[in-house]
């Protein structure tokens, strides 16, 4: 009878356990930006209320902790464990209620309704990160980035969070069954398995990539090829 | 070769003499004339010549080969089979051997005949002869003479009543085809000036169909949004949404700019067209931390904060807002229709 | 008589069967008056004497592939639901225009090829007009007699472009639909008819119902209609003025030297079009060209970035956004100079190219024939001009492709249209300078050449120890090639007085052409031929080598 209670207990413990250690990742790593109790500073926003996600897709993904200022903060190689990762958010989430982590039933692939995604993707999406996610400029350097090769659950909590200057989704305005269809979607067209129909994909950025690969194999080879066609044939050596 | 008509000095003046050798003391740069025909090693050597004639019928029955692959392919290969080819990728198995045999097919007809012609056919170059485009002196007086005469037997340079009316006959006729061309389309009348949203239309939005409340629209977030009643099954949705289309997002009270945007507003909720004052594209790069919203297909770049004002590009003028509150039961209604046209630029426009 | 008549009768009826039918032939339509003139027919050889074949090639598995696009097509903008084989769209709302081009590409077993041959062969066969375009400008080839000709390759680009333009639209999806919205509002932009071209077109509001259907009679009727004529025509005026060559020993401006088109150009030129064709479908291939599946059905609310047209409406893209966003409202009237201005750029930016035979012809004064090429070098400001035309070109398309360079290269947006901005005003300059000043050091080399050898690379230790190089002299062959062209002398004006001393006064345009005749042939604008002279004094001189 006492067994929930007692687990739940011992969840509590653990949790608080987490964000101690969340803490002290945190004072380490991402205090000098962000304060020293995530109250944001000249140099980085304020982390209260930022949710779970927004440290699960920032950290893992390597954004987090930046490197240099710039335009903005790329996709970089994480240095943090999962659990590490899991701990940081624990303590962010602490400071504020924010979106949590998605789980696999949320991102993962059943009951997504492939087509509805790709509507979705169009009217929400490919406006920076063109028809298929291949990514796509913004102001002053900024740029959408190439969504290739992205997990579902950061791609999930992008949507949901918004980082840096994307703009979020809440599900309020797009459900979570929509992002489930996006990013069904999203792996439909951009995933490993994509089948590029027409041959090579040429990057999938469209007409400028085509009229490149046009004037070089293709009128490059032509002209090559009419070289060789005017071209003197070889004259038998001169006795 | 007649060589009345040719000036001495463009004459191949050394064909006669010999060949690499100053034609004439006083002319070192006299043309030495066309150089002496060279054999190729296939006019003297028999076997390189069997040679080339057996590379050329290869050519012809790799061709054969190829058409007879193309036709098994397009046969034997299921249309939806993938394959995955490097460097290419996942590609589709029927597509890439159809282009592959079609092309070798064709390459190779055209590669035998260029090859025979290059080393079996006679290469001795020949000259040809140029005449004058413009006919000689005699000539033109002729057509000259001809034409004034068939202008005088024609009479129309003396009845002037048949050449005016004739010609005023012609210069009207082709206005029949122009009339032709009314019923291509309406008069534009007003119909730029006027979308779908009117007072009280709910603002629904584009993902759920369902209507916007204020508080689903946070801080940093974007949403999209059409008139209540536009469904994307009717038959004007496409005409309708291309002008009602809507970007709404949230923006703290305090860091919007512009007075009028903030009436306009809704705590800081703010309702933009989405379609782009330059030439139309749907406009939609927000920013959400600089609220920049930047257009696609040329980069004009509006900041939402300060009423959607041109900050860089081809734009003229900012985006035009759409008037926004609550209506009783908590929902985001119009309070009207945009003020100004949305979309491009016109000249009526005013 | 009578036994000749015979005789004839009798080898007549020996005759293989070709032969008859080529009597018959010519008893009804005079072939043989034609074959006379046209079988022998010289034709010079040079790689860049292909380009035109390379367009005229493109444009003939253009139409035969457009044929068997429209046996599938559907030109209607009626809405289906999707449910075909492509699994992304499924249930989607679409045009039949749409529907069909999926289908093509889905379930038509090699029509995905046919298409992707018809895509990329555009794309060829506008590369290949532009570069044939360029070679017939840079080796003046535009001259007399063939500026008419020039004229209508030159309407054959414009119009391929805008065939283009019609073509890629028809599918109705979100890119090419993003572009025709494009176009309706540069349309819009245009003082006083605008509002009413656009409703013209497009049967009402954009995009209405009507734009596949119209687009389609354009794509595969109005405008390659006009196109084969001029093609006609253009190869016509080749045959009629005989192919221009390259100077060389034995060719003057009174013949052609080159290989007969029957046999060896008949398979040079007809080899060459299973080349071109053979290229383009395996470029069909192995790589995508337009893959509309991909880019979902138009719908004027969504977008995708990295919006551009193909590559030859680059370049009108690139002026659209270089473009200050200028705007003038007045008296309730509204002049759209943002888009109005970049749209007359693209007009006299190309009608600058169109008409310039007709200005230099006016600079030199010059009414003869002209069939001998020139080398670029030898024209230095026609090639510098033509230069600067094409850097500006360039720099366009770059503008046109602003947002892929930002992102592939790490830049700026904002910065890369700053450049291009600033790069259409002075790179033409730059341009000019820079390719007037090659031009003309290769001309002071060949002038050395001439007089003083070639370099043979071999190093000749002197009795009193000093290192030459050993110069070969020329041969006769290249002493006349590198002195065959000619050299125009500046224009005059004539004297300030005539004949009776009554002052006479110069026109405005005497003055125009005088001062545009010395920037062309003035000093310092071409390097003096070396002269008989000048060759037989360092020839007979002693100590040179």
């Known amino acids: ?239 | 070769m007649s060589s009345q008509d040719i000036p001495e000095e463009n004459l191949p003046a050394a064909q006669a003499t010999a060949h690499g050798e100053l034609a004439d003391e006083k002319h070192p740069f006299a043309d030495p004339g066309l150089p002496p025909h060279e054999h190729r090693i296939q006019d003297v050597d028999e076997r390189a010549a069997k040679r080339s004639e057996r590379s050329v019928a290869l050519m012809f029955t790799v061709s054969m080969l190829a058409t007879i692959g193309f036709i098994a392919s397009y046969v034997a290969i299921d249309h939806d089979k993938s394959v995955f080819v490097f460097p290419l990728g996942h590609i589709n198995a029927l597509n890439f051997a159809l282009g592959l045999t079609l092309g070798v097919a064709l390459f190779c007809i055209g590669a035998g005949a260029v090859h025979w012609a290059r080393t079996l056919m006679s290469d001795v170059e020949v000259a040809d002869e140029r005449h004058p485009i413009e006919a000689s002196p005699e000539v033109r007086a002729k057509v000259h003479a001809d034409f004034k005469q068939g202008a005088k037997e024609s009479v129309i340079g003396r009845r002037k009543l048949i050449r005016n009316t004739m010609l005023g006959a012609v210069a009207l006729v082709p206005l029949s085809g122009v009339v032709l061309l009314r019923d291509l389309g309406p008069l534009p009348e007003d119909k730029l000036r006027h979308t779908l949203w009117s007072k009280g239309k709910l603002l629904v939005n584009m993902n759920t169909n369902e209507p916007l409340r204020p508080s689903d629209v946070a801080v940093g977030s974007l949403t999209f949004a059409k008139p209540e009643g536009l469904e994307e099954h009717d038959h004007a949705f496409q005409n309708e949404i291309a002008k009602a289309a809507l970007m709404i997002v949230r923006i703290q009270p305090d860091d919007i700019k512009d007075k009028r945007e903030l009436e306009w507003s809704h705590e800081g909720i703010v309702a933009y067209s989405k379609i782009c004052t330059h030439v139309g594209c749907p406009i939609s790069l927000y920013e959400q931390q600089t609220h920049h919203v930047l257009c696609p297909c040329h980069q004009s770049t509006f900041d939402l904060s300060d009423g959607a004002r041109v900050i860089f590009g081809p734009a003229g003028h900012a985006l035009p807002q759409l008037r926004i509150g609550v209506n009783d039961e908590g929902y985001l209604e119009a309070l009207g229709d945009f003020e100004e046209p949305v979309g491009p630029a016109f000249w009526e426009r005013g | 008589m009578s036994t000749q008549e015979s005789t004839t009768a009798r080898s007549r009826g020996k005759a293989p069967a070709g032969e008859r039918v080529a009597d018959w032939a010519d008893g009804r339509l005079g072939i043989y008056s034609l074959a006379k003139a046209n079988m022998r027919k010289i034709f010079p050889d040079h790689w860049s004497f292909m380009l035109g074949e390379v367009c005229l090639y493109s444009f003939l598995i253009i139409i035969l592939t457009g044929v068997y696009l429209t046996l599938f097509f559907h030109p209607s903008m009626n809405e289906v639901e999707y449910h075909g084989s492509y699994v992304p769209l499924q249930g989607q709302l679409m045009s039949e225009a749409y529907k069909s081009t999926l289908d093509i590409s889905f379930d038509v077993r090699g029509g995905l090829l046919i298409r992707q041959i018809h895509h990329w062969a555009a794309i060829v066969f506008l590369a290949g007009m532009f570069v044939h375009m360029m070679r017939v400008f840079f080796t003046g080839a535009f001259r007399k007699p063939r500026e008419i000709n020039w004229l209508f390759g030159f309407l054959l680009f414009v119009l391929g472009m805008f065939t283009g333009f019609t073509g890629y639209s028809l599918p109705d999806d979100l890119l090419s639909g993003t572009g025709v919205r494009f176009t309706q509002g540069a349309i819009l932009s245009v003082p006083i008819v605008g509002t009413y071209i656009s409703m013209f077109l497009f049967g009402g509001e954009f995009p209405g119902d009507d734009m596949v259907a119209r687009f389609y009679s354009i794509h595969i009727l109005l405008l390659p209609g006009i196109m084969l004529g001029l093609v006609v025509a253009h190869l016509i005026l080749v045959f009629y003025h005989k192919h221009t060559q390259f100077a060389g020993p034995g060719k003057t401006n009174k013949n052609v030297v080159g290989m007969p088109l029957l046999p060896v150009y008949m398979a040079k030129a007809g080899g060459f079009f299973f080349l071109v064709f053979g290229v383009i479908a395996i470029l069909a291939g192995i790589a995508t060209v337009n893959p509309i599946w991909a880019l979902g059905p138009y719908r004027p609310d969504q977008v995708s970035t990295g919006a551009q047209p193909d590559w030859y409406m680059g370049f009108a893209e690139g002026l659209v956004r270089a473009m200050p966003g200028w705007e003038i409202n007045f008296w309730g009237h509204t002049l759209v100079l943002g888009v109005f201005i970049p749209l007359a750029i693209f007009g006299l930016f190309l009608a600058a190219i169109a008409l310039y035979p007709f200005i230099e012809s006016w600079v030199t004064g010059d009414k003869r024939e002209h069939h001998i090429l020139d080398r670029p070098r030898n024209a230095p400001t026609r090639t510098g001009l033509g230069v600067a035309w094409v850097t500006a070109y360039m720099i366009m398309l770059i503008g046109g492709g602003n947002d892929i360079i930002a992102t592939h290269f790490h830049l700026s947006i904002n910065a890369v249209t700053w450049f291009v901005r600033i790069g259409f005003f002075v790179g033409p300059v730059v341009a000019f300078v820079i390719t007037k000043r090659i031009c003309l050091g290769l001309q002071r080399r060949d002038k050395d050449k001439v007089l003083h050898g070639r370099e043979a690379g071999i190093i000749k230790r002197l009795p009193h120890g000093e290192f030459i190089e050993v110069h070969e002299p020329l041969s006769q062959e290249q002493l006349y090639t590198l002195t065959a062209h000619e050299q125009y002398r500046p224009a005059e004006i004539g004297p300030a007085v005539d004949d009776n001393g009554v002052e006479r006064k110069a026109k405005g345009s005497q003055k125009l052409r005088a001062k545009l005749s010395k920037a062309y042939y003035g000093e310092g604008s071409q390097i003096p031929k070396p002269t008989v002279e000048e060759y037989k004094e360092i020839t007979s001189g002693h100590g040179h080598h």
């Open chain 1, 1 to 239: 009878m006492f067994a929930p209670a007692d687990k739940a207990q011992a969840d509590e413990t653990a949790q608080s356990l987490a964000i101690e250690e969340g803490k002290q990742l945190y004072s380490v790593g991402c205090a000098t930006c962000h304060g020293t109790d995530g109250q944001g500073t000249t140099d980085g926003p304020s982390l209260v209320g930022v949710g779970a996600a927004a440290v699960d897709f920032q950290v893992a993904t390597g954004r987090m902790p930046a490197q240099q200022p710039g335009a903005q903060v790329p996709k970089k190689k994480n240095i943090y464990s999962q659990a590490e990762i899991d701990q940081l958010a624990a303590y962010i989430a602490s400071l504020g209620a924010g979106p949590s982590i998605p789980t696999e039933e949320q991102y993962g692939p059943e009951g997504a309704d492939i087509a509805k995604g790709g509507e979705l993707f169009r009217t929400n999406c490919a406006q920076c990160h063109n028809f298929t996610g291949k990514g796509g400029a913004l102001t002053h350097g900024k740029f959408a980035p190439n969504l290739e090769g992205v997990s579902a659950k950061h791609i999930y909590e992008a949507m949901q969070t918004g980082p840096q200057n994307m703009p979020s989704f809440p599900d309020s305005t797009l459900t979570e069954q929509n992002k489930k269809d996006i990013i069904a979607y999203l792996d439909a067209v951009n995933g490993e398995d994509t089948v590029s129909r027409g041959g090579l994909e040429l990057g999938g950025i469209g007409p400028v990539a085509e009229g490149l690969f046009g004037w070089i194999f293709g009128l490059g080879t032509l002209i090559a090829v009419a070289v060789w066609v005017a071209a003197r044939t070889a004259k038998a050596k001169k006795s």
